[in-house]
């Protein structure tokens, strides 16, 4: 059954469109810093496979369910030391908003499609080269069976979406907002009037918290300060860490200390 639902990913996701993107996905057993990484625009879907783990240290995730969590740098989520939790997780970005007021509870079970498939990508998510390549058509299956669980409101201007769209296509190195309009041949005022109106941001602080994201996805991976500061734009490490501090009130390499 693994080996027909990798095959199949290749067949389903050519013809696949929808509003949201993958940052990055993978399968882990006892994550000891799995909920100390804060995300300001990144949503995340969680299978729980086994283990005792708790939500905002009250609400319990039971095994066998998964739970779609909107954008929140508020979300934390703790595990019993004595039973430690083993989980799929797929975080991911949106060009429209999730209308999720706290977060959805879903017996995997009950979905059809949705128990083999997250069993296929249980053993898949575990490789790291089969995890790069393959864990983005597992996520796009994975939305489209969860359709109706994922209700998301449409910005009212298209001007916001095709900017949303535009920032998470990148390079997110050269983002600038008079490029964004540029770009999808707007005026650059009238950008910011539609952006500022449908999310509550200016594209220029969308696009800062979405290189805080972009960059504390990257330090949970591993990924070295030259490394990052060079994705997202920043001529040296000193320059990169000056902005994540002003934004996150952490340096970014004490991150991995926590």
């Known amino acids: 059954m693994h080996d027909v639902y990798k095959n199949r990913l290749f067949n389903y996701c050519i013809f696949m469109e929808n509003p949201f993107t993958m940052q990055m996905c993978g399968r882990i057993y006892n994550p000891e810093v799995w909920a100390r990484y804060q995300f300001y625009l990144t949503n995340r879907i969680h299978y729980i496979i086994s283990g005792t783990v ?14 779609i969590f909107p954008a929140d740098p508020g979300f934390n989520v703790t595990q019993d030391p004595s039973d430690p939790v083993d989980h799929i997780y797929f975080d991911f970005l949106s060009y429209e908003k999730l209308f999720i007021k706290d977060f959805v509870e879903i017996d995997a079970s009950s979905v059809p499609g949705i128990k083999p498939l997250l ?12 995890r790069f390549h393959l864990g983005p058509m597992y996520f796009e299956l994975l939305v489209s069976l969860l359709h109706d669980y994922m209700p998301f409101h449409q910005y009212h201007s298209p001007v916001t979406q095709a900017a949303i769209r535009c920032i998470h296509a990148g390079p997110v190195s050269e983002l600038s907002v008079k490029g964004i309009a540029r770009n999808i ?19 220029h602080r969308y696009i800062s918290l979405y290189k805080v994201d972009i960059a504390t996805s990257m330090i949970s991976r591993g990924a070295g300060m030259k490394e990052i500061a060079d994705a997202i734009g920043f001529s040296s490490i000193s ?4 902005f994540y501090k002003n934004e996150r009130h952490i340096t970014p390499s004490s991150i991995k200390l926590l």
Not at 54 to 67: E, F, H, I, V
Not at 193 to 201: E, S, V
Not at 239 to 242: D, I
């Open 54 to 67: 708790y939500y905002q240290k009250k609400r319990r995730l039971n095994p066998g369910y998964l739970y």
């Open 119 to 130: 069993d296929s990508a249980g053993i898949t998510l575990t490789d790291r080269e089969e």
């Open 185 to 203: 041949n707007v005026n650059e005022d009238h950008l910011i009037r539609c952006f500022r109106q449908d999310t509550g941001f200016t594209p």
């Open 239 to 242: 320059a990169f860490s000056t």
